[in-house]
């Protein structure tokens, strides 16, 4: 086994970390960042890390990808759509080992459902260009899946969160907000959970499209609340969503309401999320950091 991440960002390094967990922690890891200020980040581990903007084709990564026989993909699409793709087809191609390959996509393909339970059978309606770029990035990874005859496992991520990513370091900051919208909630999902269910999936090469969220969707100022009586603080007070100064991308997100269900992987994979509520892991969270 060997493994190449495109973007060793928060949720792949979570997911390198599991892989070594849940396998041989010598398996080869590698991947890419954005520059070589992200590289150094690294120096420390045992990845082998390249430099790949999604502008131009990464000059030193060729050698790793096509030695991989597990790809997973966290470089959100542009107008261009995938970088990947775009850049390192012929790379990929030239992949002869490859047995699995891996996509981080988004829960924001599914548009609006009105605060809706809804599975994997829901319709795609994206409601932002972000999300339709999403949705046309999943069609050209199964096509290409398709014509390598290579498993395909596209996860569609809720919110994340988790150490350093959380409401209590918005708090700690200052620039949390507890901003209310009637009906409205977000399903999230802790990064430790991201990385084990896709170590598993990539461990079992599980093929398909899937949901990971969590188990309890909820306003998003419950979050902000639980963690402020955590800290012993007071709550930033309550602010109506028609009076918010919001960018309009963070507006975008609250036209979107739904609860999104994680049935489906959790049973493929016959495990349980580790975290199941933002009490769970917002617990973790601050027992860690205590």
């Known amino acids: 086994m060997s493994v190449f991440f495109f973007g060793m960002g928060y949720s792949s390094r979570a997911t ?3 892989l070594h967990q849940l396998s041989d922690p010598s398996t080869p890891i590698a991947g890419t960042t954005r520059s070589a200020e992200g590289a150094e980040a ?22 790793d990808l096509r030695q991989a026989t597990h790809v997973i993909l966290s470089i959100p699409p542009d107008e261009d759509g995938d970088p990947a793709l775009q850049h390192h087809r012929a790379d990929l191609d ?4 490859l047995q699995w390959i891996g996509y981080f996509s988004t829960v924001g393909v599914y548009g609006d459902f009105g605060g809706e339970w809804i599975d994997e059978d829901a319709p795609t309606r994206p409601l932002n260009v972000r999300s339709r770029q999403r949705v046309e990035a999943e069609q050209a990874w199964r096509d290409y899946a398709k014509a390598r005859g290579v498993p395909l496992f596209i996860e569609r991520l809720a919110g994340i ?3 350093g990513r959380s409401a209590f370091d918005k708090l700690r900051e200052g620039t949390a907000r507890r901003i209310v919208k009637p ?13 084990r269910i896709t170590a598993l999936a990539a461990l079992g090469r599980l093929e398909g499209t899937y949901n990971l969220a969590d188990l309890e969707p909820a306003p998003p100022q ?13 709550p930033p007070p309550e602010t109506p969503f028609s009076e918010a100064q ?24 016959g495990t349980e999320l580790e975290f199941p509520t933002y009490r769970e892991g ?6 860690a950091h205590a």
């Open 16 to 18: 390198a970390r599991a």
């Open 42 to 63: 690294f120096a420390d581990t045992n990845y082998r890390v390249h430099i790949f903007d999604g502008e131009a084709p990464g000059p030193t990564l060729g050698e």
């Open 94 to 97: 030239a992949a002869e080992n």
């Open 161 to 163: 969160y988790g150490p």
């Open 183 to 195: 009906g409205q909630v977000f399903n999230r999902i802790h990064v430790a959970d991201i990385g």
């Open 222 to 234: 419950d979050l902000v609340t639980y963690a402020a009586e955590v800290m012993g603080v007071a």
């Open 246 to 269: 919001m960018t309009p991308m963070a507006r975008s997100f609250y036209s979107d309401n739904k609860r999104v269900s994680s049935k489906r992987v959790l049973e493929a994979l």
């Open 282 to 287: 917002l617990d973790a969270i601050w027992k």
